[in-house]
């Protein structure tokens, strides 16, 4: 099983093309545009499916105990894009780990808004109407700080998207500098080669 695992690690990546990349990049870009344009930061596209995850992560979740019901709202819609980020990462796929990657950072600034609503409590929730973060401020003593430590996790959101189209250009540049020393990154077998 380690040997298995080490070579997921250490296997060599996928090289990403430009075409790829572009796609990519012109996505994260029409993702952020709406992030930052939408009067509720909603991008529905996306987090339509994250509040459908976030909802079934209550109930998921909360086999582990009633205490950690309130928290499978977030978790659930973190560890789905968090799952198939790591599935492509053991299959070394940079542009699938990247999207999903962005998509995971997406995730926090809604949750961030979610946060900062804590005491006012206006958004409109589905559900049984309770406030998971007024809920889980409150038992962590810091409800009065709700909008502060939004504003981190909606940084750390938009850093985290950044830092994710960082990456994917640095694979680009990686597949690209390889192939120029030594061919192609990875040499499929052909059918036709001698054995």
């Known amino acids: 099983m380690f040997e298995r695992l080490s070579e997921l690690y250490h296997g060599a990546w996928k090289p990403v093309a430009g ?19 939408a009067d509720d930061g909603w991008v529905r596209i996306i ?5 459908v995850f976030h909802e ?12 950690v019901t309130v928290y499978g709202g ?15 990462w053991a299959k070394r796929e940079p542009v699938g780990c990247a999207v ?12 961030a808004r979610y946060m900062a609503d804590a005491r006012a409590q206006v958004l409109p929730l589905v559900g049984n109407g309770e406030h998971d973060w007024a ?10 700080s709700d909008a502060a ?7 750390a959101g938009w850093l985290g998207m950044i830092g994710v189209w960082g990456w994917l250009v640095w694979r680009w540049r990686a ?21």
Request: glycine share 10%; net charge neutral; hydrophobic share 50%.
């Open 19 to 37: 075409g790829h990349l572009v796609a990519a990049s012109l996505g994260f870009a029409w993702i952020a545009y709406l992030l930052k344009t």
């Open 47 to 51: 987090d339509d499916a994250n509040l």
């Open 56 to 67: 079934a992560g209550h109930p998921i979740f909360g086999i582990l105990g009633s205490a």
């Open 74 to 88: 977030t978790l659930g819609q973190l560890a789905i894009p968090a799952g198939i980020a790591a599935a492509f």
């Open 100 to 111: 999903t990657g962005f998509w995971f950072f997406e995730n926090f600034p809604n949750i």
């Open 135 to 144: 809920d889980i401020f409150s038992r962590w003593g810091v409800l009065s």
């Open 149 to 155: 430590i939004a504003a981190v996790v909606r940084g």
């Open 175 to 195: 597949s690209n500098d390889h192939r120029q020393d030594t061919g192609p990154m990875i040499d499929y077998p052909s059918r036709w080669s001698p054995r």
